[in-house]
T-cell receptor, first 115, second 113 residues
Framework: DAGITQSPRHKVTETGTPVTLRCHQT?????MYWYRQDPGHGLRLIHY???????DKGEVSDGYSVSRSKTEDFLLTLESATSSQTSVYFC??????????????FGPGTRLTVL | AQSVTQLGSHVSVSEGALVLLRCNYS??????LFWYVQYPNQGLQLLLK??????LVKGINGFEAEFKKSETSFHLTKPSAHMSDAAEYFC???????????FGPGTRLSVLP
């Protein structure tokens, strides 16, 4: 257990509304990631963070923003949700297992439906 | 740029049969390779990882994978499938000097009684 929680676990919202998803970790990991999972695409990186206030874009960042004001929390915001953002969202942290041999550990996911 | 392909979006095997899930990667530098498993409505769980030590890597639940540089492959195998192995499996790659992971599209494994 890497101590990762996501909230909410399920959310239904309407097109055009703002949505914020929260990822919380308890083990002080530096790197945190947001992915979306869609059938046939595997996991695609939205944004990641390499420290407090340090974030960067991933493969599918359009329409998403992130913030990290504390080590333990990484927030993903959809400023104006669209139906194409209906997906399952996973948060991950990168834990250290000696040198460069670190590994990602995942949260339980948030299922978001945009109507 | 790194990429991962997984041949076969859906694989079916009989209980007790060999499981073989294919993963090929492209990377311009030595890769670190991972297999994850996802059970329905759950997050991803690490099965095993290759980090440039032994080329044959053993993971949890009886799975293993072999890194073959000449074939740029990291196929996942299990000698005898169990009903509880039914899940989706993802291969992922990360470079030794990068911080990001690239995932394949996944292979759904069904185990038939």
């Amino acid at each position: 257990d890497a101590g990762i929680t996501q909230s909410p676990r399920h959310k239904v919202t309407e097109t055009g509304t703002p949505v914020t998803l929260r990822c919380h970790q308890t083990e002080n990991h530096r790197y945190m990631y947001w992915y979306r999972q869609d059938p046939g695409h595997g996991l695609r990186l939205i944004h990641y963070s390499y420290g407090v206030k340090d974030t960067d874009k991933g493969e599918v960042s359009d329409g998403y923003s992130v913030s990290r004001s504390k080590t333990e929390d990484f927030l993903l915001t959809l400023e104006s949700a669209t139906s194409s953002q209906t997906s399952v969202y996973f948060c991950a942290i990168k834990g250290l297992a000696g040198g460069l041999t670190d590994t990602q550990y995942f949260g339980p996911g948030t299922r978001l439906t945009v109507l | 740029a790194q990429s991962v392909t997984q041949l076969g979006s859906h694989v079916s095997v009989s209980e007790g049969a060999l499981v073989l899930l294919r993963c090929n990667y492209s990377s311009s530098v030595p890769p670190y390779l991972f297999w994850y498993v996802q059970y329905p409505n759950q997050g991803l769980q690490l099965l095993l990882k290759y980090t440039s030590a032994a080329t044959l890597v053993k993971g949890i639940n009886g799975f293993e994978a072999e890194f073959k540089k000449s074939e740029t492959s990291f196929h996942l195998t299990k000698p005898s499938a169990h009903m509880s192995d039914a899940a989706e499996y993802f291969c992922a790659v990360r470079t030794a000097y990068g911080q990001n992971f690239v995932f394949g599209p996944g292979t759904r494994l069904s185990v038939l009684p």
